[in-house]
C-alpha cells in the first residue's frame, strides 16, 4: 500500500486517460445535447425544464476541449464538473451508469496532476521558464495513487453497486444474467442466436460477470492481478459495445481501464513511432531569447523525434 501512496511513477498513462475520456464524454454531450427535448423538458418539445440547457452545451464543450489539449487545465476541470452536476443531475428521464463515471472521474480532474505531458500547460511552462543556458524540464512524475482512484471511482464502484442487485436476481445466480438481454431484439443490436445458444459458454460467461466484480474493487490494487483483470474487463466492455445499444458507456469502461495499462507498454508503444535518427536539422541562435523558445516549441510537439536541434555557436564548422 505504501507503493501506492508514496511511489512516483510516470505521468503519460493519466495524460492519455484524460485525452481519450474526454472525447468520449465531448461524444455524450452530443448525444445529450440530441435528445435534449425528450431527457429534460417537463413536456417535450413544449415545456422547457427548470433551466434552458441551450445555453450550457456551448460552455461545456470548451471547457472539454481545452481538458484535451491540457490548457488551463485546472480551471477547466472545475467548470466541467460544474456542468455533470447540472446536466446530469437534471436527467430524470433517463439515466445509466456511465453518469455516475462522468460525475466521479470528472471531480477527480480537478485534483490530479493531469497535465504535466502531452499537455499545452506543460508547453506554457516550459516557455515562461527556459532561459538562455538553460531549458525548464517540468516534473513528469506523478504518485502511483492517481491512476488508483479514477479506476476505483470508475469501475470499482460501478461494479460493487451493481452486485448487490445481481446476487438478488434469479437469473443472475442461475447464470443467464448476460443471455437474458441479450435475446431481446429491441435491447441488441445484433443477432448473436448461435452463441448465445451454447449453454456452458453463456453461464460461464455469466459467473464470471458475477465473480468478476465481485472481486475487481480488491484485486485490481495488486500488480500482479492487473493486467487479467484489464484482460477481462476490456472483453466485457467491447462485448457491450458490440451487443447494446449505448456505445459510449462500453468506452467510457475501456478508457478507464487505460489507467491499468502497464506503463511500459506505453514507452514501448510509443517508441515504435519514434524514428531511431532525426530527419531534420534545425540550426538556432543560442542567445537568442526568442530562438530558445521557438526550440522549446518544436521539441514540445517533436514526438516522433523527426528533429534535431542543434545551436550555431556550438556547430559552425
Same mark, same amino acid.
Given at each position: 500500500?505504501?507503493?501506492?501512496? +508514496? ?36 413536456? &417535450? ?12 452545451? &456551448? ?15 485546472? +480551471?477547466?476541470?472545475?467548470?466541467? +464538473? ?46 515562461? +521558464? ?158 537568442? &531569447? ?28
Amino acid at each position: 500500500m505504501s507503493k501506492i501512496l +508514496y511511489k512516483k511513477i510516470d505521468n503519460i498513462g493519466l495524460s492519455i486517460f484524460r485525452i481519450v475520456f474526454c472525447f468520449i464524454l465531448i461524444f455524450e454531450i452530443f448525444n445529450l445535447f440530441e435528445f435534449r427535448h425528450i431527457i429534460f423538458d417537463k413536456s &417535450p418539445f413544449h415545456n422547457i425544464g427548470e433551466i434552458d440547457i441551450n445555453l450550457i452545451f &456551448p460552455f461545456w464543450i470548451a471547457s472539454v476541449i481545452f481538458l484535451i489539449f491540457g490548457v488551463f487545465s485546472r +480551471y477547466s476541470a472545475i467548470i466541467n +464538473y460544474l456542468f455533470c452536476v447540472i446536466i446530469f443531475s437534471s436527467a430524470h428521464k433517463f439515466e445509466y451508469h456511465a453518469y455516475f463515471i462522468y460525475l466521479g472521474v470528472s471531480f477527480l480532474l480537478i485534483i490530479m496532476p493531469i497535465s504535466r505531458t502531452l499537455s499545452l500547460d506543460s508547453l506554457l511552462k516550459k516557455i515562461k +521558464y527556459s532561459t538562455l543556458h538553460s531549458k525548464y524540464i517540468p516534473d513528469d512524475k506523478v504518485l502511483a495513487v492517481n491512476y488508483f482512484i479514477p479506476v476505483l471511482m470508475g469501475l470499482g464502484f460501478t461494479y460493487f453497486d451493481s452486485i448487490f442487485w445481481k446476487f438478488q436476481d434469479d437469473i443472475w445466480i442461475s447464470g443467464l444474467g448476460m443471455w437474458l438481454p441479450c435475446n431481446i431484439p429491441p435491447v441488441t443490436r445484433i443477432n448473436a442466436s448461435f452463441l448465445l445458444n451454447q449453454e456452458f459458454l453463456v453461464k460461464f460467461l455469466g459467473y464470471l460477470v458475477l465473480i468478476f466484480e465481485t472481486v475487481f474493487i480488491f484485486l485490481f490494487w495488486f500488480k500482479s492481478f492487473r493486467v487479467p483483470l484489464l484482460i477481462i474487463g476490456v472483453f466485457f466492455h467491447l462485448g457491450i459495445l458490440i451487443m447494446y445499444p449505448i456505445p459510449l458507456f462500453a468506452l467510457v469502461g475501456i478508457a478507464t481501464y487505460l489507467l491499468m495499462v502497464p506503463l511500459n507498454w506505453w514507452n514501448k508503444l510509443f517508441k515504435l513511432f519514434k524514428f531511431k535518427k532525426p530527419k531534420f536539422i534545425f540550426y538556432y541562435d543560442g542567445e537568442c &531569447p526568442m530562438c530558445i523558445k521557438i526550440v522549446v516549441i518544436i521539441n514540445h510537439f517533436d514526438v516522433f523525434n523527426t528533429i534535431e536541434t542543434k545551436e550555431v555557436q556550438r556547430h559552425y564548422s
